[in-house]
């Protein structure tokens, strides 16, 4: 009951630490490092953990956004695969060559998509005429 506890104490600091709260716990089982730095874990002792919290990831960047764990890595912490995919042979055989690389949402940063317009504006903003004054205008 102890180690039930210690986890739901672990789960509440979830909600003010964020991503980094089980860094440095030494029972823990890494499982693989992901292409983009991200560490992804698993704990098997049903003792320690809630069931279904026993699998999380450690981003690599400070700016946590889900979408730094691309959809392979996803699937598994998920449940929705029981072996990650490196593991996991359908899921390596699973990539056609066609298809793009996955890249994390960078709406809102620099690296955000931004069209190129080429419609000439509906507004135009008034720009005044000034022109110059000649010497022969004096009075």
Do not use: C
């Amino acid at each position: 009951m102890r180690n039930r506890v210690d986890s739901l104490g672990r789960t509440g600091e979830t909600i003010f630490d964020g991503p980094r709260y089980r860094q440095g716990r030494e029972n823990d089982n890494s499982m693989n490092t992901g292409r983009f730095g991200n560490r992804y874990f698993e704990n098997l002792n049903a003792e320690e953990e809630i069931p279904g919290r026993h699998r999380w990831v450690d981003l690599a960047q400070h700016e946590y956004n889900i979408s730094q764990v691309p959809p392979e890595w996803h699937s598994w912490i998920s449940h929705i695969r029981k072996e990650p995919p490196t593991e996991d042979g359908v899921m390596q055989k699973m990539t056609p060559a066609w298809k793009a690389p996955y890249y994390e949402n960078l709406t809102g940063t620099r690296g955000a998509y931004r069209p190129y317009n080429t419609v000439a504006p509906k507004i135009n903003a008034w720009k005044p005429q000034i022109s110059s004054r000649s010497a022969g205008n004096q009075q």
